[in-house]
């Protein structure tokens, strides 16, 4: 009797540890992001958001054409949630309950179906019109190029030709990519959804969010950088989470640890 007790405990104790990474990924979830995720696909506010930020970039290019510069004008824009809509990838994660990867990434932008942004086709045959050339400067990787520029050019975009795509090379940062342009073009104007697609003052977010930089060069928003609404992801979730390798647990409590309340 005593070896059988004993050899049923130990049978439970397989089963339970067998099924603790069952249990364990059940947890995981991508809950935090539906209501941002459902924001960007659905409301009126959204597509009202880009419009405006369009309008305001289109007004401020119609200025700028008519001044003169001692090189050709440029305009540099970046693709994810400012020309491109890849809100059916976020849904997907939350549908799948899967977690970003590049393989799942790679898997819709080979697809070249993503959506252009309300007003961002229009702004791209503005620049054409105007003879300003643009420039998309993405960290989307060289092997989603000939995607990228099959769904841009689909869509009716301006400049779908690879010497206006700059993908990710070496770094993430996309200062030496907009320094090549700037070699040869005056940057009157720069269109994104991440403070980082306008200047690489924005990268060090380590002091209170990166908020002194915006504070330092909030005279350009509106007229040199145009920001673009993206509540789902960017480099502003870096100081959500302190540290790599965080369960979902972990990640729950650090995103709950920054919420202000009134009490």
């Avoid at 924001?39 to 009126?44: I, K, T």
């Avoid at 970003?100 to 961002?120: C, M, Y």
């Avoid at 959804?193 to 380590?206: K, M, Q, Y």
Wanted: net charge neutral; with cysteine; charged share 25%.
């Amino acid at each position: 009797m005593k070896h059988r007790i004993m050899l049923t405990a130990l049978a439970i104790s397989i089963s339970l540890h067998s099924c603790k990474p069952e249990q364990e990924e059940k947890t995981f979830n991508q809950d935090h992001l539906i209501y941002a995720t459902i924001w960007y696909q659905n409301s009126p506010e959204m597509r009202a958001l880009y419009y405006q930020g369009f309008n305001i970039a289109g007004e401020r290019l119609r200025q700028l054409s008519k001044t003169k510069t001692p090189k050709p004008k440029a305009v540099i824009v970046d693709i994810d949630e400012t020309m491109l809509n890849n809100v059916r990838f976020q849904a997907q994660e939350i549908i799948d309950n899967r977690e970003f990867s590049g393989d799942f990434w790679n898997e819709w932008s080979q697809l070249g179906k993503a959506e252009a942004l309300p007003g961002a086709v229009e702004f791209s045959r503005l620049c054409d019109s105007l003879g300003i050339t643009l420039f998309y400067i993405s960290n989307r990787k060289p092997n989603e190029s000939v995607a990228t520029l099959r769904n841009l050019d689909s869509l009716g975009f301006a400049f779908a030709k690879p010497e206006f795509l700059l993908l990710r090379d070496n770094e993430s940062s996309k200062k030496a990519r907009r320094e090549r342009v700037m070699e040869k073009y005056e940057v009157v104007l720069l269109v994104g959804d991440n403070l980082n697609d306008f200047s690489e003052v924005f990268e060090n977010r380590t002091g209170n969010w990166g908020l002194p930089a915006v504070e330092a060069y909030k005279s350009e928003f509106g007229k040199r950088f145009v920001l673009l609404p993206n509540p789902m992801y960017g480099d502003w979730e870096k100081n959500i989470y302190p540290h790599r390798g965080m369960t979902s647990a972990q990640q729950d409590s650090a995103r709950r640890s920054l919420l202000k309340g009134f009490k």
